[in-house]
């Protein structure tokens, strides 16, 4: 990988670019539609959204002022836990197409996993949503569809039942807190791990072992931990609303982590973790 625009490909064969633009906390109106223009003008070519964000218009907007043509951007969004079920599903996607006010998704995510403390037939309820996931992708509605913060039993559960297989999982990923397990998973079975809150909420960016690393490359923390979500082959989705770390946040493909020092940041106690948990069921209070 030399830039933002360069490509992992998924197990379908569609391209994604290897570093995306996070929104996620990012305050609806003026602040998310600047920010994303302002990472679409600085290189960023792959913007992700969720409807729980609340800021899919403005996500839109920043896109449509970018001036940046449909073709060259990859769109994600993510489907929200009170719209589970086929129809519902379905429907849920329309919603953010328009308000995203775009034809097509590139990538469409169920956000979180229906679990057993939710209720006894959590199965059967990921099986409905997934069969509208496979609805839209049939109907070119979506050129890809994946899943977000399922553990592998959620997958494995999700494979029993579906006809086309997910091809990327959104999990949080970072130095402290990498899910290793999660990760070797995925990539043994053909999907791709995006990681989220990359920096770990920001509570990486002051831990010692990043930043002696950082030191030695001339680099900042923030940089570490992008470039060591790439090195595990994980696409990571920094966010930021300020124009100068926007911009910065791409300066990490003229250096690469050492293999001791990917080591020690395997290593790494927990620190940074969002405290959220798919089988603890966060997403009910997500918002």
């Given at each position: 990988?030399?830039n ?8 379908n064969?569609?391209?994604i ?5 996070g ?31 609340d ?8 896109i ?10 990859f ?19 329309e919603?953010s197409l ?11 995510l169920i956000?979180?996993p229906?679990v ?9 309820i ?5 069969k509208?996931f ?6 070119g ?17 999700l494979?029993?039942f ?22 070797k ?13 990359p ?10 072992t ?10 900042t ?17 920094p ?17 690469a ?10 290593a ?7 405290g959220?948990?798919?089988?603890d ?7």
């Open positions: 990988m030399t933002a625009k360069d490509m992992f490909t998924l197990a064969g569609v391209k670019p290897c570093l995306g633009f929104t996620w906390q990012t305050p609806d109106g003026e602040v998310a539609k600047n920010s994303v223009k302002c990472a679409i003008e600085s290189g960023y070519r792959h913007i992700d959204t969720a409807a729980a964000y800021n899919e218009g403005s996500v839109g907007e920043g449509i002022a970018s001036g940046i043509k449909r073709d060259e951007l769109v994600t969004t993510k489907h929200w836990v009170s719209e589970r079920g086929y129809e519902k599903t379905i429907a849920a996607c919603a328009k308000a995203l006010k775009l034809d097509y998704l590139d990538l469409y956000h979180w229906c057993e403390k939710v209720t006894p037939e959590w199965k059967e990921n099986a409905s949503t997934w509208g496979e609805k839209l992708y049939r109907d509605k979506i050129k890809a569809i994946g899943v977000s913060n399922f553990l592998p039993h959620h997958l494995e559960v494979n029993d579906a006809e086309i297989k997910p091809m990327v999982n959104q999990i949080e990923f970072h130095p402290g807190y990498n899910q290793m397990e999660t990760v998973y995925c990539q043994d079975n053909g999907i791709l791990v995006e990681g989220w809150s920096l770990g909420c920001g509570a990486v960016l002051g831990d010692p990043v930043n002696e690393i950082a030191a030695a490359h001339g680099k923390a923030a940089h570490v931990c992008i470039r060591y979500a790439l090195q595990h082959n994980v696409l990571p989705l966010k930021s609303v300020t124009p100068s770390r926007i911009a910065d946040n791409l300066n990490v493909f003229d250096f982590l050492t293999d001791a020092e990917m080591a020690k940041l395997d790494m106690e927990n620190i940074g973790c969002s959220f948990f798919p089988d069921a966060p997403a009910e209070n997500y918002k």
